[in-house]
């Protein structure tokens, strides 16, 4: 069946580091694959998305490229700030019309200034 | 502004005790979902609908309901909550699968 696998948390960075989290994903044919973010507190807000294979989802310098051969989404930062603390969720949406989403674990990702 | 939204956002109840968490979206979208978000196991579907008057069973579905009977509407209903439904509630609505989620603020329920 459709799975997501995201590495685990906590990720613990200093301000202006690079941020990877990784996501793998198992699914047939071309789903469309998401990350959400989570800030305390709150919903869940759509941050990136990519529909087809090689495409990047980019928003507020994160960016993430879809890899069909590596099954794979995972989402980079250049240089981290403290507020971009909170709790990150890699997800996929399968692409036989159906409507289950289907998220990761989530990692939570700490800033120090 | 475009949202959804949940109420309550806080509920503490007693098992056995019929509940319902309400969802509204101002976007019309015709996707509507309910999650639960419990601490290790990310989200998990609960009920999805496609359309009015249209349902389908998620991940978890045992012990609830849902019913969607305007566009704008998917309540979710515990009629005999347990302890085990203690969770962290979210409803999304999306124009298509493809598109991604608009959530809610969530509704943490506390069943005692």
Known sequence: GNSVTQMEGPVTLSEEAFLTINCTYTATGYPSLFWYVQYPGEGLQLLLKATKADDKGSNKGFEATYRKETTSFHLEKGSVQVSDSAVYFCALTPDTGGFKTIFGAGTRLFVKA | ?112
């Open chain 2, 1 to 112: 502004e475009a949202q959804v939204t949940q109420n309550p956002r806080y509920l503490i109840t007693v098992t056995g005790k019929k509940l319902t968490v309400t969802c509204s979206q101002n976007m019309n979208h015709e996707y509507m979902s309910w999650y639960r978000q419990d601490p290790g196991l990310g989200l998990r579907q609960i009920y999805y609908s496609m359309n009015v008057e249209v349902t389908d069973k998620g991940d978890v579905p045992e012990g609830y309901k849902v019913s969607r009977k305007e566009k704008r509407n998917f309540p979710l209903i515990l009629e005999s909550p347990s302890p085990n439904q203690t969770s962290l509630y979210f409803c999304a609505s999306s124009p298509s699968g493809s598109y991604g989620y608009t959530f809610g603020s969530g509704t943490r329920l506390t069943v005692v």
